[in-house]
């Protein structure tokens, strides 16, 4: 009897090894067509997540040992790595100021003198006035370019760039680009270390990223922070630019300087901080950094398309305030910039911009794109709504104009 409750078993247990093959020769051999890539996807980004999450159990215990493994000093290697290629940017610009006319009464007059020693200039006259400011720059070749911010050096009529090693020396402007906020400075000295550039489209949120510059002046100083966000459009402070968000923290004077992976690349160039928070600020990606610096050096400018418009998009509340329905769709024409392409073509103020080149428009963006990824010179079909009446206007690109400065 034993040896038939074993057989039993056997066969119940054989059977089942029958059943599961079978299942599994159904499985890998069903038709590639009826395999749902979607499930795969999802069960693949799955399995990527389970292991990240296994991973991060097992290393999250032990942080500082996860994120540098056994190099401790690898914040400070990589800020020690990429110091020779930041510099210190001073600027000074004059101005003239007037003072206004009219006497000054004599207790005014002699309060300044007796209590303070100042001799006040008389009414209706002007002097001179020295404006100085600073900023941050990183070397990017041998030749000695440096970029920046093109706010660093707007308007500047003398520019000195200080060395990690001490050395000052005058920096001249090669190009500027509003657009983009960027500028390329050129300095002769030998010995120039430059930086390594990097990828920013390779940037994750939460990657650890180091902010090199001279805050309110205090030359080569290093923080620490992650990458917040990518991507980000700031309407206060340049819609052009998808930029990097970061938590490192960045003040007035490290304008220009990099913005550093643990790899001791530059990712980023850093811009802007938000006023209305603490620890948000953001950079120029390197890739965007990249293209225009190579423009600026080997041609003195970047080729930007424009027309000569600024858009706001048609919300319902708008169209209803203009006497439109509600659902019209669209974007308005905000400002026609004198002497400007649109401005010859006849676009007017309120004018709503529907279709271009026959595609609906919703956006300003969409229209900004489509201008920029054509050549100058390029002709753009706007189909536009005004008062009522629906009319074509036709309009030539060109290049965007430079400020002064």
């Known amino acids: 009897m034993a040896v038939g409750r074993f057989s039993g078993s ?101 309060l300044m003198r007796r209590f303070f020693g100042w001799e006040l200039p008389a009414p209706g006259s002007r002097e001179l006035e020295v404006i100085t400011g600073n900023g941050s720059g990183v070397v990017i070749d041998e030749e000695g370019h440096i970029l920046t911010n093109n706010h660093v050096v707007l308007n500047a009529e003398k520019i000195t760039v200080t060395l990690d090693d001490g050395r000052q020396i005058p920096a001249r402007v090669v190009g500027r680009d509003q657009f983009s906020d960027l500028a390329v400075l050129k300095v002769d000295t030998p010995d120039l270390i430059p930086a390594r550039l990097g990828d920013s489209s390779r940037l994750r949120p939460g990657e650890w990223v180091l902010a090199i510059g001279s805050p309110l002046g205090f030359d080569h100083t290093v923080t620490l922070g992650i990458v917040s966000a990518i991507s980000r459009r700031i309407p206060d402070i340049n819609t052009n630019v998808d930029f990097i968000q970061t938590d490192a923290a960045i003040n007035p004077g490290n304008s220009g300087g990099p913005l550093v992976n643990l790899k001791g690349e530059v990712v980023g160039i850093n811009t802007a901080i938000s006023g209305r928070a603490q620890n948000i600020g953001f950079a120029i990606p390197v890739n965007t950094a990249r293209e225009v610096a190579r423009a600026l050096i080997e041609e003195g400018r970047v080729e930007r398309p424009s027309i000569g418009i600024a858009m706001i998009e048609l919300t319902p509340q708008l169209a209803r305030h203009i006497g439109l329905s509600e659902t019209t769709e669209g974007v308005v024409v905000a400002q026609v910039m004198p002497g400007s392409p649109a401005d010859r073509a006849g676009f007017r103020e309120g004018d709503v911009i529907r279709k271009v080149d026959g595609q609906a428009i919703t956006e300003a963006r969409t229209i900004q794109e489509m201008v920029r990824s054509r050549p100058i010179n390029s002709t753009f079909r706007f189909e536009v709504l005004r008062n009522g009446d629906t009319r074509t206007v036709t309009a030539r690109s060109e290049q965007m104009p430079v400020e002064a400065g």
Do not use: C, K
């Open 10 to 110: 056997a066969i119940v247990a054989t059977l089942a090894l029958v059943i599961s093959l079978a299942a599994l020769v159904l499985v890998f051999f069903q038709p590639m067509d009826s395999v749902d890539w979607r499930h795969e996807a999802s069960r693949n980004r799955q399995d990527r997540l389970s292991g990240l999450a296994f991973r991060n159990q097992v290393l999250g215990g032990q942080p500082f040992q996860a994120m540098f493994g056994e190099h401790t000093d690898l914040v400070a290697d990589v800020a020690e790595q990429v110091a020779p290629s930041v510099v210190n940017i001073d600027v000074a610009q004059t101005r003239v100021i007037r003072y206004p006319g009219g006497p000054l009464s004599p207790f005014e007059d002699e």
